[in-house]
C-alpha cells in the first residue's frame, strides 16, 4: 500500500506542476494581451535566459523586464499604446521535480508601424520551481514568420518586424 500512495502521491504532484506551468504560460500571454508588460520579467527566474530570434534577447531578470517594458517605445501605435494580441496554443510539458521542460505555439496579430501584421512561431521553454513558485528559467522564440496580412507570408522574405 505504502508503494501505491508514494506513486499517487508523485503523480499529483506532477499534475500540480504541469498545471502551474500551463497557468505561468497563459498568465505570460495575459499580460501582453492586457498591455501589462512591465509585469513580464516577474514570470522569470533572476538568473533566465530570454532568446526572441532576430527580435532581441536579454540575460536576467532585469534585462528580461525591460526587455518587455520597452516594447510600447518600440510598437508604438496611435492610440498611445501597441496593439499586440497572442494566441497560445498546443503547450506541453514535461516535469523532472523542480525543473520542467515545455514546447507551445505561437500566433500574433500585432499592429507594426500602422499595419497589420501575423506573426506564428514556437516557444521552447525551461522552468524552474523555486520557493513553490514556477518561473521561467528560459525562453526561446523561434519565429517562422512576422509579416503584414496584406502580403502574407508566401513570399521569400518572413521575417519583416524588428524591435
Same mark, same amino acid.
Given at each position: 500500500?505504502?508503494?501505491?500512495?508514494?506513486?499517487?502521491?508523485?503523480?499529483?504532484?506532477?499534475?500540480?506542476?504541469?498545471?502551474?506551468?500551463?497557468?505561468?504560460?497563459?498568465?505570460?500571454?495575459?499580460?501582453?494581451?492586457?498591455?501589462?508588460?512591465?509585469?513580464?520579467?516577474?514570470?522569470?527566474?533572476?538568473?533566465?535566459?530570454?532568446?526572441?530570434?532576430?527580435?532581441?534577447?536579454?540575460? /536576467? &531578470?532585469? @534585462?528580461? !523586464?525591460?526587455?518587455? *517594458?520597452?516594447?510600447?517605445? =518600440?510598437?508604438?501605435?496611435? %492610440?498611445?499604446?501597441?496593439?499586440?494580441?497572442?494566441?497560445?496554443?498546443?503547450?506541453?510539458?514535461?516535469?523532472?521535480?523542480?525543473?520542467?521542460?515545455?514546447?507551445?505555439?505561437?500566433?500574433?496579430?500585432?499592429?507594426?508601424?500602422?499595419?497589420?501584421?501575423?506573426?506564428? /512561431? &514556437?516557444? @521552447?521553454? !525551461?522552468?524552474?520551481? *523555486?520557493?513553490?513558485?514556477? =518561473?521561467?528559467?528560459?525562453? %526561446?522564440?523561434?519565429?517562422?514568420?512576422?509579416?503584414?496580412?496584406?502580403?502574407?507570408?508566401?513570399?521569400?522574405?518572413?521575417?519583416?518586424?524588428?524591435?
Amino acid at each position: 500500500m505504502s508503494d501505491e500512495l508514494d506513486a499517487l502521491r508523485l503523480r499529483l504532484e506532477v499534475l500540480e506542476a504541469e498545471s502551474a506551468l500551463h497557468k505561468l504560460r497563459n498568465r505570460f500571454h495575459e499580460y501582453v494581451n492586457t498591455d501589462r508588460w512591465d509585469e513580464i520579467g516577474g514570470l522569470f527566474a533572476p538568473d533566465a535566459e530570454l532568446d526572441y530570434s532576430y527580435l532581441g534577447s536579454a540575460s /536576467g &531578470r532585469p @534585462a528580461i !523586464t525591460e526587455f518587455f *517594458a520597452a516594447i510600447p517605445r =518600440l510598437l508604438p501605435a496611435e %492610440a498611445g499604446t501597441p496593439f499586440v494580441r497572442q494566441f497560445i496554443h498546443g503547450h506541453d510539458v514535461t516535469v523532472d521535480g523542480d525543473s520542467a521542460t515545455g514546447t507551445s505555439f505561437l500566433f500574433a496579430t500585432p499592429i507594426y508601424h500602422g499595419q497589420s501584421f501575423v506573426l506564428a /512561431g &514556437r516557444f @521552447a521553454d !525551461t522552468y524552474t520551481r *523555486a520557493g513553490g513558485e514556477w =518561473l521561467f528559467a528560459s525562453v %526561446a522564440l523561434e519565429i517562422w514568420y512576422s509579416v503584414p496580412v496584406a502580403e502574407g507570408w508566401a513570399g521569400p522574405d518572413r521575417h519583416r518586424m524588428s524591435l
